[in-house]
């Protein structure tokens, strides 16, 4: 039986470090002057502290839910918004705006962003869908390197008509320009997470194959077709707004999987939490490591994210696909640790 | 169910060809043949998998491809050799999946008996809380099984179903076949290569050659030596055991 400790655990801890976050910054504030009703400490907060640990959240929990997605879609393991040319799309969507809507607003820009991140997902698993490759590894490697040409081609329209400097904030993900008013798109993958929600049994049917599908009467393509999108404009809302964060959604959900196992409802809320404690705390690693200056976020969550998804790689070579089995259910809310031991059933 | 005239080609080639034959009601019948005889293809026609060129299978008056598809699923269920699962999830979750058709995400408390008795048919009451791919390939077959179970159509469709089993297992596979149609009275066809497997444990046999029927009829009728050597290109010979045809082959 699943216990409901773990999500209760998570849940506990992302409040306490949401609380904890809230008073991480450049300029002092503190509690007291909240609740004396100081007019300067309130605006701090409303402006940019309180916008700042909504987007966290909102990026952490729903780059999880879109890797989440997308690996039950494509029954693979290492696709996510990284590794599927998502994120990449949705740059070369920013980029297109810029380039050919220059009074765009923010809301132009995603709606851009939306679309070309959605194209690039398709075209991704399309291909990979004509090509069945034996090899579950080939997969991420041709997403690397098809978001590699997709970027190329950004790089080169940005150098075209000298643009880098104004893309180079969504190439490389960071909260610092996070202010109330330029950032509520990011709110979007609030519902886009619930609709996940409701169609999780959906994912995890198509996630078996076509035939089985089709035997329970779910309409593979259409689930196919919508989780996909899903998938992509939530990454799409989270590149317009923070820039690219790589890695949470491959990380993220396999660290879930590996305790919880793939039924998506089971392993939804999970997910989306542990996914925001890890986005909350590299964004306070990165402003408290050299503060005060600030470390973008990216580089933070790249560099704990790589070690992380070498671990990973290294575990399912050595172990494929097995559980690690938690022998105490109440074994603590950050599982990992445990990856290194390589523990099992 | 009735099947007229069912048809399909790949690139030009006739595959099936002009395929009729009604499906007996409560009993089993197996679809055998050489390599190729288009045995798997009818039946993906059947279960509306692929759809065929031609003809047409009826199911209560209609064609299984103008079925809603949800609703054809509460009718019949099929179960395909390809089910190689990659996903970490437990028997029960697994078998709570056949409920789908029924009752989409939310499980009702009938849903969730159905599930009981699926799990307890199959004798997986220990194994239900286990994840998939720490069970054996038996184990695993008896899952998928029991996840048809839980769908409770009326139709059971199984293609090659004893594949990558040993004797032991396939046995009490064929045997629960037998039991789900005896208890249960459901409708099975099963593909199956093992001859022995159809003669003993099948109430009809349809036997296929280059895309069409050869013989189709109560297994006493169809594993006949004449019959067989006919289809397959080997020569055969009968011995009764136990009162069924026992072919052997050599």
């Known amino acids: 039986m699943r216990s409901n400790r773990i999500t209760v655990a998570l849940a506990v801890a992302l409040v306490v470090l949401a609380g904890l976050s809230l008073f991480v910054g450049v300029i002092e504030l503190d509690l007291q002057a909240l609740l004396r009703g100081d007019g300067h400490a309130w605006e701090i907060f409303l402006l940019s502290r309180l916008p700042r640990l909504l987007a966290i959240l909102c990026t952490g929990a729903g780059m999880s839910v879109a890797g989440l997605i997308m690996q039950q879609l494509c029954s693979n393991k290492f696709v996510s918004p990284t590794t599927g040319a998502t994120i990449s799309s949705a740059q070369l969507g920013i980029l297109l705006a810029l380039l050919f809507w220059p009074g765009s607003t923010l809301w132009g820009r995603a709606l851009l962003a939306f679309a070309a991140a959605i194209a690039g997902t398709w075209a991704f698993v399309w291909f990979i869908q004509r090509i069945q490759f034996k090899d579950a590894v080939m997969v991420p490697l041709v997403g690397i390197m098809f978001s590699n040409v997709i970027g190329g081609v950004t790089s080169y329209l940005a150098y075209q008509y000298e643009m880098t400097q104004a893309l180079s904030s969504w190439l490389v993900g960071h909260f610092s320009l996070v202010i109330k008013g330029r950032y509520e798109i990011v709110w979007l993958t609030a519902p886009l997470i619930l609709l996940a929600f409701v169609f999780a049994n959906h994912f995890n049917i198509v996630g078996l194959g076509r035939d089985f599908s089709k035997n329970l009467g779910v309409p593979y393509n259409l689930v196919l077709f919508m989780g996909l999108s899903i998938s992509a404009m939530i990454t799409a809302s989270v590149v317009v707004v923070v820039g690219s964060i790589s890695y949470i959604g491959l990380i993220v959900p396999n660290l879930v999987a590996l305790f919880k196992g793939d039924q998506i409802r089971g392993t939804l809320a999970d997910t989306a939490l542990f996914g925001a404690i890890f986005v909350l705390v590299c964004d306070m690693l990165g402003r408290v490591i050299i503060a005060p200056y600030e470390l973008p976020i990216e580089l933070i969550v790249g560099i704990l994210g790589s070690v992380l998804f070498v671990g990973l790689l290294f575990y399912r070579l050595r172990n494929g696909r097995r559980a690690i089995r938690l022998t105490a259910p109440s074994a603590g809310c950050c599982p990992m640790p445990r990856l290194k031991e390589g523990g099992q059933a | ?250």
Request: glycine letters at 8%; a neutral charge.
């Open chain 2, 1 to 250: 169910m009735k099947i007229r005239q069912l048809t399909k080609r790949y690139q030009g080639k006739t595959v099936v060809d002009g395929v009729s034959f009604s499906i007996p009601k409560g009993k089993v019948t197996s679809l055998i043949g050489p390599n190729g005889a288009g045995k798997s293809t009818v039946m993906s026609m059947i279960s509306r998998l692929i759809a065929q060129d031609e003809g047409l299978v009826d199911l209560d008056g209609t064609d299984v491809g103008r079925w809603k598809s949800r609703e054809l699923a509460r009718r019949l269920a099929i179960l395909t050799q390809s089910n190689h699962i990659q996903m970490k999830l437990t028997v029960r979750e697994l078998v709570a999946f056949g409920r789908f058709p029924h009752s989409g995400s939310r499980l009702t408390e009938t849903d969730e008996a159905f599930v009981d008795r699926a799990i307890a048919y199959m004798e997986l009451e220990e194994f239900q809380d286990r994840f998939l791919d720490e069970l054996s390939g038996g184990q695993r077959q008896r899952a998928l099984i029991a996840m048809v179970i839980a769908q409770d159509t009326e139709y059971i469709l199984l293609d090659e179903p004893t594949n990558n089993l040993d004797i032991y297992h396939a046995t009490n596979l064929m045997k629960t076949v037998r039991r789900l149609c005896d208890e249960l009275g459901k409708t099975v066809i099963l593909v199956l290569h093992e001859i022995n497997y159809a003669a003993f444990y099948s109430d009809y046999i349809c036997a296929f050659k280059d895309g069409r029927i050869a013989r189709f009829g109560s297994v006493e009728e169809v594993i006949t030596s004449e019959n067989l050597s006919a289809i397959y290109g080997v020569e055969f010979q009968i011995q009764t055991v136990k009162g069924k045809p026992l072919s052997i082959y050599y």
